[in-house]
């Protein structure tokens, strides 16, 4: 039932969002009175770009700390190796090991960026990776989300229906689908049944399919 209350972002919305996002994050960068506004809106700019790329719920989120981010050698097919980034996830009862796109390595970077000029020290393990100005995990980003989205001309759905920070999980999952990525390994990734998505996203089709319908 949560999943129909909260709509998604088409990648057009999306990208609009982070183009919007970035905007506001330079405005505020060259006001010289708005350092602290700054360094919010640039919070919550890596809060949803790590959102949109990993699918990850809000609590999940603010749970994170920074002994939860790891990397794992891999090898492309061509054979060049890279270091993909795995994230432990504390989810709904048990944790589970969740694999990010490569993009969150560098809103991570970011944030560990603002919170060394918010503590004058790097994060360790066991500090949040979303925190406040004092370097405390902080409670939410759901008003300064709700500014962002209405700056956008996001904040309601065609339906009517009101967008959050569970916008972000719903684009994932679609954006996976239409990857092609299959139900169940996808299931396993954002922490819910293939059950769950076949029955909410089974409207959704992979680009491949469309590509034999046409």
């Given at each position: 039932?949560?999943i ?11 990208l ?10 330079e405005?505020?960068d ?9 360094r919010?809106?640039?919070k919550?700019?890596c809060?949803?770009m790590?959102?949109g790329?990993?699918?990850?719920r809000?609590?999940?989120l603010k749970?994170?700390v920074?002994?939860?981010?790891g ?6 097919d061509?054979?060049a ?12 009862g048990?944790?589970?090991?969740l ?6 390595l560098t ?15 790097m994060?360790k393990?066991d500090?949040?990776v979303?925190f406040?100005?004092?370097g ?15 700056a956008a ?8 229906k ?5 916008s972000?999980?719903h ?12 139900h169940?390994?996808?299931g ?14 089974s409207?959704?089709?992979p680009?491949?399919e469309?590509a034999?319908?046409?």
């Amino acid at each position: 039932q949560q999943i129909k209350e909260h709509p998604g972002f088409t990648l057009k919305q999306f990208l609009h969002l982070e183009a919007m996002s970035r905007a506001r994050v330079e405005a505020a960068d060259l006001a010289n009175d708005q350092k602290m506004l700054f360094r919010k809106r640039l919070k919550l700019h890596c809060y949803c770009m790590v959102a949109g790329f990993t699918g990850m719920r809000s609590t999940e989120l603010k749970r994170l700390v920074w002994g939860d981010i790891g990397t794992r050698p891999m090898e492309l097919d061509g054979g060049a190796a890279y270091e993909a980034i795995v994230i432990q996830v504390r989810g709904k009862g048990k944790e589970r090991e969740l694999a990010a796109m490569p993009e969150t390595l560098t809103f991570f970077n970011l944030l560990k960026s603002l919170f060394y000029v918010a503590t004058g020290e790097m994060p360790k393990d066991d500090d949040p990776v979303f925190f406040t100005h004092e370097g405390k995990r902080i409670r939410s980003f759901k008003g300064g989300l709700a500014k962002l989205l209405v700056a956008a001309d996001l904040r309601v759905a065609r339906n009517g229906k009101i967008r959050d920070s569970f916008s972000f999980r719903h684009f994932y999952i679609t954006q996976q689908i239409r990857e092609g990525v299959g139900h169940h390994l996808l299931g396993r990734n954002v922490g819910t049944s293939s059950k769950m998505i076949d029955a909410y996203y089974s409207k959704i089709r992979p680009t491949d399919e469309i590509a034999q319908l046409i």
